[in-house]
């Protein structure tokens, strides 16, 4: 514990040094939960039935990126389910444009994709359409890992082609965020150092890595229940898998504030899933050299419905409560906001 609060101290001054002490805001809008892929981890993976999907219609997208505008967010971010279908290309290709085009700012709001594996074609696309930044976690960055994690056998879960796309999208021309789960059965110790190797080495404009929260309708978050029924078996589970919370947030923040000191000017986002560990998670990656913040501003009837894992915060609240709760939460540790910026590093 000693040790880790010198490293987050360490972290926090290294951030101030090189980025100053503003957090930045990226609105996250969640397009839709449709999703052609089988994450072992995912609730909203294909094969889950009990998920209520959805596609947002253009006037919700656009209500939510008017909201960001106003609220001084600076920026939205774009999640969704992995879709490859032409409708679905040129659909984000136009909202992109819309977005760019909305008034009422000094400067458009700058746009993050983050909607899975594409062609270098379509990246390509929607760059042009005008999109600045692109987020594709490699998950898990150990190949074997990262196959333990998905369905074998097929080519859109392999870890090559997804490999191959975060050098697609570096040679397209967008900012790069990458990130991992932290926590995941099966894990190491090394499996972390070498995430944040993998991060250096791909020299990436951002991360967002959180912990890894099991979900009870994956194959996954089934595996840990059984393990936990059966703590005494000497099958090899990785170092994490039953860590407490109190612990998978200490290595979560850990991470951050590794990653801060190896990389002291890149974007680091403190994730929502840490905040299902501790209201605070949040501000606490905040203190431990984290600088970026995804508040939702999804509209609230859909946002139930995308459900990554349990006990995911905020399902209620509309985009202004979640606002005025993260400004509260923000405030308490001294943090300062970045508003109307874009805060991209280069
Ligand atoms: N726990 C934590 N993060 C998850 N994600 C998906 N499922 C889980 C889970 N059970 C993350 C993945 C994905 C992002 C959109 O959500 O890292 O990239
Ligand atoms: Fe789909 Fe992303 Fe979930 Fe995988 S992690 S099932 S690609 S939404």
Redesign the pocket.
Same mark, same amino acid.
């Given at each position: 514990m000693e040790t880790n609060n010198n490293l987050f101290k360490e972290a926090y001054n290294l951030k101030i040094k090189h980025r100053g002490p503003k957090v930045y805001f990226r609105g996250l809008i969640e397009i839709s $939960?449709v #999703?052609? +892929? $089988? #994450?072992l981890? #995912? %609730?909203?993976? +294909?094969g889950n039935p009990c998920v209520d999907r959805y596609v947002l219609p253009d006037n919700q997208v656009m209500e939510s990126a008017r909201f960001a505008i106003d609220a001084g967010y600076g920026s939205i971010a774009l999640q =969704? =389910?992995?879709r490859q279908d032409s409708e679905w290309v040129e659909r984000i290709a136009r909202l992109i444009r819309e977005i760019k085009g909305l008034g009422g700012t000094s400067q458009p709001l700058g746009i993050t994709l983050s909607l %899975?594996e594409q062609s270098s074609e379509v990246f390509r696309y929607w760059k042009q359409a005008g999109a600045d930044r692109y987020l594709l976690r490699i998950?898990a960055s150990d190949e074997q890992l990262y196959s333990k994690i998905h369905p074998s056998g097929t080519k859109n879960h392999s870890y090559s082609t997804r490999l191959q796309a975060l050098y697609d999208l570096k040679s397209a021309g967008y900012l790069l965020g990458t990130g991992v789960m932290i926590g995941l059965p099966y894990q190491t110790r090394a499996n972390l150092d070498n995430d944040l190797k993998f991060f250096k080495e791909l020299e990436v404009d951002m991360v967002g890595m959180g912990p890894y929260i099991p979900h009870e309708l994956t194959p996954l978050g089934k595996l840990v229940a059984q393990w936990k029924q059966n703590m005494e078996s000497t099958e090899f589970r990785g170092d994490f898998w039953n860590l407490s919370d109190k612990q998978l947030l200490n290595l979560s923040l850990e991470m951050v504030a590794r990653l801060r000191c190896l990389m002291p000017h890149i974007n680091i986002a403190a994730t929502t899933a840490l905040q299902v560990l501790d209201p605070l998670g949040r501000e606490k990656a905040i203190m431990a050299g984290a600088n970026v913040i995804m508040p939702n501003i999804t509209v609230t009837e859909a946002k139930r419905n995308y459900n990554?894992y349990e006990g995911k915060p905020g399902l209620q609240d509309d985009a202004q409560a979640t606002k005025d709760f993260l400004l509260k939460n923000l405030e308490s540790v001294g943090a300062v906001v970045g508003w109307n910026e874009r805060g991209d590093w280069r």
């Open positions: $939960n #999703c052609a +892929k $089988n #994450c981890y #995912c %609730g909203i993976r +294909k =969704g =389910g992995e %899975g998950e990554l």
